[in-house]
């Protein structure tokens, strides 16, 4: 059974990013249960601040579960990622989706590797970068596995990375690197961009999917952009796919509304 999530922003340098909730962590649970979501994820600045949190009274109070949390803060705040040309930050971006992984782990929630893989540089060319991020992902994997969670990886558009951009070229990267207990993050946003069939896709790699980002063309809730939900539903039933659809979109035009257009969506087109 699909199951329906929201997401939570609380890094204040992220604000104007596809997220639906902000800042008030306890209010935002609070309304995504009432709106009827069943899980929240959660990006935060840091696997601290995450451990700080009252998450467990707050999950339990509005029976909510945490489905995962996003480690992207480790790029936005500290420029951080896994296919830099230093060995160094390499190693400190390791750390941060490390303990980003432990966090969740807590709560049963896995880690997205998103923003974190990077990008080539002048210093570093696509098939080294390309190296490095499969070498940390089959690390990161076997850390995520000795926590009892998967890891999620999420390919990207071209306008956000030059490395990885279709759910083929994934399932490369991991088949390619030995990297295990790595799970697929569809995201439907970048899919629209790079894929030539979202459903396709999905049913191609359905065996590896364990995160669905719920949005639509233009990154506003799903309904309010022009992709056609009912052949991406059917691919999802085709594979079985028992995870969660996480609203990833901008708060447009409140958070409020498009948690509300969300959830008709979910309903429509995913019950």
């Keep these: 059974m699909i199951r329906?999530?929201?997401t939570i922003s609380l890094v204040d340098q992220a604000r104007g990013g596809p997220f639906v909730f902000w800042d008030d962590l306890r209010a935002a649970c609070r309304e995504a249960k009432a709106i009827g979501f069943d899980a929240v994820e959660i990006f935060a600045p840091s696997a601290d601040i995450i451990e700080q949190l009252p998450l467990e009274e707050l999950l339990a109070e509005q029976r909510l579960r945490l489905a995962a949390v996003g480690t992207g803060a480790g790029w936005v705040l500290h420029r951080l990622s896994l296919s830099s040309a230093s060995a160094d930050e390499r190693r400190a971006a390791e750390d941060f989706i490390r303990r980003m992984i432990d966090a969740g782990?807590?709560?049963g929630a896995m880690a997205i590797v998103g923003s974190?893989?990077?990008a080539t540089s002048t210093e570093v060319d696509r098939q080294t970068a390309?190296?490095?991020?499969?070498?940390?992902?089959?690390?990161?994997?076997?850390?995520?596995?000795?926590?009892?969670?998967?890891l999620l990886y999420e390919p990207l558009n071209r306008y956000e990375t030059d490395l990885v951009h279709r759910l083929a070229e994934a399932d490369q990267l991991l088949s390619e690197s030995g990297a295990e207990n790595?799970?697929?993050?569809?995201?439907?946003?970048h899919m629209n961009i790079e894929e030539v069939?979202?459903?396709?896709?999905?049913?191609?790699?359905?065996?590896?999917?364990?995160?669905?980002?719920?949005?639509?063309s233009n990154r506003r809730a799903a309904g309010l952009g022009h992709l056609d939900y009912r052949p991406i539903a059917e691919a999802l039933t085709q594979i079985s796919y028992g995870g969660y659809l996480s609203a990833e979109v901008f708060p447009l035009?409140?958070?409020?509304?498009?948690?509300?257009?969300?959830?008709?969506?979910?309903?429509?087109?995913?019950?």
């Design 130 to 150: 390309i190296a490095y991020l499969g070498e940390s992902l089959a690390r990161l994997g076997a850390h995520a596995a000795a926590q009892g969670v998967p």
């Design 4 to 6: 329906s999530c929201v």
């Design 105 to 107: 782990a807590r709560h």
């Design 197 to 216: 069939s979202i459903s396709e896709s999905i049913c191609q790699y359905g065996s590896r999917l364990g995160h669905v980002h719920l949005a639509d």
């Design 182 to 189: 790595v799970c697929l993050l569809a995201d439907l946003f």
């Design 253 to 271: 035009p409140s958070s409020q509304e498009a948690a509300v257009q969300t959830m008709r969506a979910v309903k429509q087109f995913f019950a």
């Design 116 to 118: 974190m893989q990077g």
